[in-house]
């Protein structure tokens, strides 16, 4: 506890006993918190690993059947989805570091990346063996469409939060 609250306290009327003892519950409480923030960040990052699969395997239909420029705005539309799902579950996780967005930040980009060009190859092969009359889609451009368009809300909450604390600081200096 900061010195100038432990004055307060004592002039209040508080034992030096029971500061402690405040003091000890709050450490207490506090590494709970620090716990139980780990593990929804760690079962987020699990729940957007999976939606980010299960998003990749309703695509391969979508995939082996449209054209692009049907293709894409559904790519765009479900990417979407998952990055405010994303975005939702990882920055309203408090005492989180900075070393755990970071994480987040890379992981879940490099796995939609990855997921989405196996599931391309996949489709692109059902193309080929079955003899559809579609043409093959270009592994990279669906795969890195959908990961830009995963981490977007992410980057647009980001920008919309550094504008409201320019804002809060920039209202208290009048």
Do not use: C
């Amino acid at each position: 506890m900061y010195k100038h609250k432990k004055d307060i306290l004592l002039e209040k009327g508080w034992q030096e006993e029971e500061i402690k003892k405040a003091e000890a519950e709050l450490d207490r409480s506090e590494h709970h918190d620090i716990f139980f923030s780990r593990m929804v960040f760690w079962s987020s990052m699990i729940v957007i690993v999976f939606a980010n699969l299960l998003v990749s395997l309703v695509l391969i239909p979508f995939l082996i059947v449209f054209n692009n420029w049907i293709l894409f705005p559904i790519i765009i539309l479900l990417a979407g989805s998952i990055g405010f799902l994303y975005n939702l579950l990882i920055t309203d996780v408090n005492h989180l570091e900075t070393r755990h967005h970071l994480l987040a930040g890379i992981l879940i980009p490099l796995i939609a990346l990855t997921n989405m060009m196996l599931m391309v190859w996949v489709s692109n092969r059902f193309i080929s063996d079955l003899n559809v009359q579609n043409q093959q889609h270009n592994l990279w451009a669906i795969a890195i469409t959908f990961a830009v368009v995963l981490i977007i809300p992410a980057i647009i909450d980001k920008i919309r939060l550094h504008f409201k604390e320019k804002n809060a600081v920039n209202n208290v200096r009048r």
